[in-house]
């Protein structure tokens, strides 16, 4: 099995504040790190996505940063709001289109 | 923007019966997942299929089976539903080297 691992399982929040969740792989063969955002009742969907070669991607208030020496990527999700609350996979593509996911982060953002 | 449409978004089944779960994209895309989610766990990768007729085992196969005889339509098929089969149901559609797009699920009970 492939494995992504994924800190912390929650997060609470203020609104305004930074909210960080990281996630660590082994497999080097990786080769796109997505993002999923996932709200009550429905399925996840794609937030933002990065490949190996970038080690930083912004679009909006969401960035991710990749340590490829160290295996990791994280979210940041800046000026966080309570439309924010959601819960977030971090993911890694491997052959024919396959995401290996981590277990997922509940965030709550507190007004 | 690509559609994934699941049949049922709730489904309650007796232990023993067969159970079908259909999944239609409007995108002509050759890939297609099922995974099924549970707290704590994040998503499993049950099969996939990157073309017609073809089906591939994900991470946990096991009382499950798939068909795909159109490339818009992916059927998950619960041989004989057992109790720990409940959960929710995801479905999933790509093109090559482009990310998953996922439908809102099916959640499904077996009393």
């Known amino acids: 099995q492939q494995q992504v691992k994924q800190s912390p399982q929650s997060l609470i929040v203020q609104k305004g504040g930074i909210s960080i969740i990281n996630c660590a792989y082994e497999n080097t063969a990786f080769d796109y790190f997505p993002w999923y955002q996932q709200f009550p009742g429905k399925g996840p969907a794609l937030l933002i996505a990065i490949r190996p070669d970038v080690s930083e991607k912004k679009e909006g208030r969401f960035t991710i940063s990749f340590n490829k020496s160290a295996k990791q990527f994280s979210l940041h999700i800046m000026d966080s709001q309570p439309g924010d609350s959601a819960t977030y996979f971090c993911?890694?593509?491997?052959?024919?289109?396959?995401?290996?996911f981590g277990k997922g982060n509940q965030v709550v953002v507190i007004p | 923007d690509v559609k994934v449409t699941q049949s049922s978004r709730y489904l309650v089944k007796r232990t023993g019966e067969k159970v079908f779960l259909e999944c239609v994209q409007d995108?002509?895309?050759?890939?297609m997942f099922w995974y099924r989610q549970d707290p704590g766990l994040g998503l499993r990768l049950i099969y996939f299929?990157?073309?017609?007729?073809?089906?591939e085992k994900g991470d946990i196969p096991e009382g499950y089976s798939v068909s795909r005889e159109k490339k818009e339509r992916f059927s998950l098929i619960l041989e004989s539903a057992s109790t720990n089969q409940t959960s929710m149901y995801l479905c999933a559609s790509a093109t090559m080297n482009q990310p998953q797009h996922f439908g809102d699920g099916t959640r499904l009970s077996i009393l």
């Open positions: 993911a890694a593509s491997y052959g024919n289109n396959r995401l290996a």
């Open positions: 299929s990157y073309d017609v007729k073809m089906k």
């Open positions: 995108m002509d895309h050759e890939n």
